[in-house]
Structures are given as C-alpha cells and as structure tokens.
C-alpha cells in the first residue's frame, strides 16, 4: 500500500492549492481517506475526511468553508483544494487511508499514511 502527495508549495495569504493524494496497492473504493497536517512544534492534527463512497464528510472548524475535500473512486484520487490559505495553513500535509469505510477523528484509526507535501503561506 502506498499513499503519494503533491501540490503543495509556496502561496501568499488568500491563496489557494490543491493538494492530491494518489493511492496503491489496495482497493481505494472500499476505505474513507483524510487529509492530517503537521505544523512545525505542533501535533499532527485532522483537517479533513471523507467516508469511502464520499457520502459524509468532516473537516476541522478552523478551514470550514476555505477547504474542500473530494475523491474519485473511478480514477482513484483524493484532492484537497484550500482556498483563503492563512499564515497558520502552513504544515506538511499528508493523505491517510482509514481502516475501513468509515472515517475516524482519531489518528490511530487511520492505518497508511503518505509522506506528505509541504504548504507554506507566508507573504
């Protein structure tokens, strides 16, 4: 199993993103996937998940209505496009694949992690 990010980068304040996360090696359609970040002397934290057949999503109070979380079991993607990025939006994002279809808010719920992609706002 593997997880592989990208589209992260460098972005002043307002900006936007879209990161992607490109799934291996296990059935994508079957697993509710997140979206962590880990900002630098901070815990990992969630920023975002989605139930594997994308019925119900979550996403952390602090991105509410600037990010956006989406997949395609077709084309076995998950994106997150981040609008509005704040300075405090700066952190290594990582996609992570859930243990089964149903996503958790608990890290340790999750069992695949990618290696993630950088996002840095500053102006």
């Known amino acids: 199993e593997q997880l592989v990010e990208s589209g992260g980068g460098l972005v002043q304040p307002g900006g936007s993103l879209k990161l992607s996360c490109a799934p291996s090696?296990?059935?994508?359609?079957?697993?509710?996937m997140g979206w962590f970040r880990r900002a630098p002397g901070k815990a990992s934290g969630l920023v975002a998940a989605?139930?594997?057949?994308?019925?119900?999503?979550y996403y952390t109070d602090a991105v509410k209505g600037r990010f956006t979380i989406s997949r395609d079991n077709d084309l076995d993607t998950l994106n997150l496009e981040m609008n509005d990025l704040r300075t405090e939006n700066t952190a290594l994002y990582s996609c992570?694949?859930?243990?089964?279809?149903?996503?958790?808010?608990?890290?340790?719920?999750?069992?695949?992690w990618g290696q993630g992609t950088q996002v840095t706002v500053t102006a």
């Open positions: 989605m139930m594997s057949n994308g019925d119900s999503t």
């Open positions: 992570a694949k859930s243990g089964g279809p149903r996503f958790s808010l608990a890290p340790h719920s999750y069992d695949n």
């Open positions: 090696g296990f059935n994508f359609d079957l697993y509710a």
